[in-house]
Each structure stands twice: as structure tokens, then as C-alpha cells.
């Protein structure tokens, strides 16, 4: 099928990557890295690629791991910085 081929995962990848350009907040940069992981590692043929298989459900859960810690590693790395605290003085509706 066509989700088993390296290269259908890694365009995936790299188109969720230009829709993150467009849609701002780190929406789709952990699935599109995913993508191209799980792209590399059935090109690879590493030791997950043979779990992997012809299973669907194998390759999107694969892709639902990797998507979660990258987006966690993001979220470290470049994510909320500490003391950065937003303060209120005035409500825009009060006039």
C-alpha cells in the first residue's frame, strides 16, 4: 500500500511543515517531524521498520509516539519561558 513507501511520509512531513509556516503556535511541527522520522526509519530499514510491517494502525502509532516527544522536546527547548508573566492593569472594556 502506499503508506508502507519512505518517501509518501516524508513529503507528508514536509507539507505539515509549510502548514505549520502559515498556521502559527507549533501546531503541526511535532507531527510533521514524526513524519519525516518514521519517513527515515522505513527508508532506513532500522530495527522499528520491521514492527512496522504492513500494518496502518503500526505506522500511526508510531507516528502518534514520535509526533508526542518531539513535541514535548519543542516544548523544553523553546517553549514557556520561566518569570515571563503577562500582568493585567487595564481591561480594554472599562471606559
Known amino acids: 500500500m502506499i503508506w508502507q513507501e519512505w518517501w509518501v511520509w516524508i513529503v507528508a512531513g514536509l507539507g505539515l511543515a509549510m502548514l505549520e509556516l502559515a498556521v502559527p503556535g507549533y501546531v503541526f511541527l511535532g507531527t ?24 496502518l494502525t503500526n505506522h500511526l502509532l508510531f507516528l502518534a509516539v ?3 516527544v518531539v513535541w514535548v522536546v519543542l516544548r523544553r527547548v523553546v517553549g514557556v519561558r520561566k518569570g515571563q508573566v503577562k500582568i493585567w492593569d487595564r481591561d480594554i472594556n472599562e471606559d
Do not use: F
Open 32 to 55: 510533521a517531524a514524526g513524519s519525516v522520522v518514521l519517513g527515515l526509519v522505513l527508508w532506513g530499514e532500522v530495527p522499528p521498520a520491521e514492527w512496522l510491517g504492513a500494518s
Open 66 to 68: 514520535v509526533s508526542v
